[in-house]
């Protein structure tokens, strides 16, 4: 860790946890920036610029993950990071009025 890395907890409030969409979304705000990105959980340490990484963390609703950023522009990175985790934003869970639904199968 060096002099410019920040750590901070937050916990994950989507009622989906950190789902694919969800994590997509995180990824790519990620990306947008040029320092390094981490996400913690339970001492799993992962890349958080890469989905896939970001989904093998299981990450439920309610559990607490730790976003470190490292690097010129992590002051700017880190509050977007936490406003992406904290949303709640549910992706298509209801079904429009009147659209079909398919069968279970």
Known sequence: MSSSTIRTAVEIRNPRGLHLRFAADFAAKAR??????????????????????LILLGAAPGCEVTIE???????SALPV???????IEVYDTEPEPGSAVPPPV
């Open 32 to 53: 947008a920036f040029a320092c390094r990105v981490y996400v913690e959980k339970d001492g799993q340490r992962v890349d958080g610029k890469s989905l896939w990484d």
């Open 69 to 75: 950023v490292d690097g010129a522009d992590a002051m």
């Open 81 to 87: 990071l936490i406003e992406q985790i904290n949303s």
